[in-house]
């Protein structure tokens, strides 16, 4: 027998982006609450092990309007991620177009990280994430907009390189902080605020982690939990490629704000919305005990 639907709600929830790194644990925190499932992808057909659990595969392509009317016919919440590109904004307004035409009842937008989006001009990422939250607050649809900080599964999994090389970490931001999440903890507000019968939060979700690190302080921590010394080497930058692409340009701005520190504040949201703290990077099933028990990052679909 099929579980129970959370709220009795037979209808599905389309999960953009839901065979991408964060989609997928939106789609796994989904299903675990017995909800329908419908993902939205350009493959034509979905893993095996997510056509096993019953979820739908909707065909369907951001660069074409036409594509998006069907896969969300019916929902009753959608996901909107995309990666990063040039068409992000315009990809995603085909996307809140297509909702509000189909008379989405929930959507919630998963957005930069604040301090991209906030002063305006300050990274191209943050400046297409804007656009869309501006086209969603003119829409009317019902939304919420999440803002993560830095995934650590993301943004530090070159360590795991480091650690099978030798206990010597090279990279990070010089002595800046980062307020890194987890990326089960977005996943987590994500299913939340899809499913929650409350009202929707009227601001953007800022989600960070429970603490900012620099990367000496992340070699400590690896230190205490492996019982050898991991240190920290400080690295020039790699030297900017003669032609950089779009995505390299997005990186060398990241680099530069975080190192001015940018990405150092806590907030309290990821506690505020689940009632539970948000997981540390060095606690009980957290991300650097991972990165030194498997190298990095396999168990959570994250690659
Ligand atoms: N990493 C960070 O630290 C960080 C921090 C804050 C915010 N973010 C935001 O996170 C987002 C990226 O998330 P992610 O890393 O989970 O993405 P990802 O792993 O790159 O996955 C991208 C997903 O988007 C789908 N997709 C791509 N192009 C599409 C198109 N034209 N039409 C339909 N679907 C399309 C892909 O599906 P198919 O291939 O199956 O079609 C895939 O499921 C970005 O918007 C970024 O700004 C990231």
Redesign the pocket.
Known sequence: MSPPLRGGDPRPVLV????????RLVVAGLLAQGVRVRV????STLAAHLAQAGVELSQ????EPGTLQRALSGVRAAFL????SPD?AQ?QRHFVQAARQAGVPRLVK????AWTLSPAGRTW?GDA?RQVEQALADSGLPHAVLR????AQ??LAPLAAALRAGDVLSGGFGPAQVSYIDIRDIADVAVHTLLSPGPLPTAPLELTGPEALSHAELAQRLSALAGRPIRWQASAPAPAPDHPSYLQQVHAQFHHWISTGVAAPVTATVAQTLGRPARRLDGPDGFLRELLATGGLRGHGVD
Do not use: F, K, Y
């Open positions: 953009g982006g839901g065979s991408g790194r964060l989609g939205l992808s350009r493959q369907g392509e951001l660069a991620l995309s990666p990063i992000l990809h998963l957005s930069g990280s990422s994430h993560p900080n830095a995934w993301v943004v």
